[in-house]
T-cell receptor, first 113, second 112 residues
Framework: KQEVTQIPAALSVPEGENLVLNCSFTDSAIYNLQWFRQDPGKGLTSLLLIQSSQREQTSGRLNASLDKSSGRSTLYIAASQPGDSATYLCAVRGRGGYQKVTFGIGTKLQVIP | DGGITQSPKYLFRKEGQNVTLSCEQNLNHDAMYWYRQDPGQGLRLIYYSQIVNDFQKGDIAEGYSVSREKKESFPLTVTSAQKNPTAFYLC???????????FGPGTRLTVT
């Protein structure tokens, strides 16, 4: 059974700082990994999708990496802004059959002006 | 604008009543999903549908039912058999089941 862990559960940083959010998973036989952002009381917004054959994806100030062999992904946020404050979730899609998606609980990020 | 809509945003019901949550998408996606989100837990899959007129149970389907009569619509009924229905419900869709998922804004259901 796939398990997804995100550490830390919460993070507070000053504006302008570069930061890294971590996601680890127990089963390396994945199809892809997706990073989401969730604002309080809202739905999930897709940030980046990394296929299992890829090592990283970039979008603006965001860079996500994937190391399947070690069961890890990181989301790098450059030059953080107060508007980046949200909960960040990673979701791992398995292989075969339905290709079940397993979600982490998320890292709650606060960027202080 | 393409996207996923869920209604209502907030829903209040008395215990013992069935309630239906709406999910509509205009992205022309084949696959649709219902998740439940509770504090301190990851999203859990209730039901998913890969194509019209077909749906499968997820990890926590007991006490829920769905239908998929149209490609655009995937309503979820929370029945009185669901022991702990109070939660935040999220609908999602994707082109196929292996592709990037897009989420709606969610419905917060409170049952008293």
């Amino acid at each position: 059974k796939q398990e997804v862990t995100q550490i830390p559960a919460a993070l507070s940083v000053p504006e302008g700082e570069n930061l890294v959010l971590n996601c680890s998973f127990t089963d390396s036989a994945i199809y892809n990994l997706q990073w989401f952002r969730q604002d309080p009381g809202k739905g999930l917004t897709s940030l980046l999708l990394i296929q299992s054959s890829q090592r990283e994806q970039t979008s603006g100030r965001l860079n996500a990496s994937l190391d399947k062999s070690s069961g890890r992904s990181t989301l790098y946020i450059a030059a953080s802004q107060p508007g980046d404050s949200a909960t960040y979730l990673c979701a791992v899609r398995g292989r075969g059959g339905y290709q079940k998606v397993t979600f982490g609980i998320g890292t709650k990020l606060q960027v202080i002006p | 604008d393409g996207g996923i809509t869920q209604s209502p945003k907030y829903l209040f019901r008395k215990e013992g009543q069935n309630v239906t949550l709406s999910c509509e998408q205009n992205l022309n996606h084949d696959a649709m999903y219902w998740y439940r989100q509770d504090p301190g837990q990851g999203l859990r899959l209730i039901y998913y549908s890969q194509i019209v007129n077909d749906f499968q149970k997820g990890d926590i389907a007991e006490g829920y039912s769905v239908s998929r009569e149209k490609k655009e619509s995937f309503p979820l009924t929370v029945t009185s058999a669901q022991k702990n229905p109070t939660a935040f419900y999220l609908c999602a869709s994707s082109i196929g089941t292996g592709n990037e998922q897009y989420f709606g804004p969610g419905t917060r259901l409170t049952v008293t």
